[in-house]
């Protein structure tokens, strides 16, 4: 069984390098909440949503934060346009909210 979620967009001035004026974006953001065994950031943060995207990347420090040994995770290259990285995986909990209601999963993210 599936279930439909309805992210809203937030709208963002993003400044134009080279430009003088910047431009107005819209993209789908979420409030997020990280943790790992029974450690977890004490904040939220807005990530976004991303439709095309395999795997769900995290700063590198907030993964430290929350107590993984990031290097030990499993490494793979990122690939994409802007060149590649090395990220590190772990399994962690995620906690996002969506119009006001919580919804949390495993999930294998990377951090970088």
């Not at 995770?73 to 802007?82: P, Q, V």
């Amino acid at each position: 069984m599936s279930q439909e979620l309805v992210v809203p967009y937030t709208k963002r001035e993003i400044a134009a390098e080279g430009r003088s004026s910047s431009r107005i974006v819209y993209s789908p953001f979420l409030q997020t909440f990280l943790s790992y065994r029974n450690k977890h950031l004490d904040f939220l943060f807005p990530s976004v949503v991303d439709s095309g995207a395999d795997r769900c990347i995290f700063p590198l420090d907030f993964g430290e934060r929350i107590g993984l040994d990031i290097k030990k995770g499993e490494r793979r290259i990122s690939r994409g346009l802007g060149g590649g990285d090395v990220i590190y995986f772990h399994k962690v909990k995620v906690r996002v909210a969506i119009l006001k209601k919580s919804w949390q999963f495993d999930c294998e993210a990377g951090f970088s």
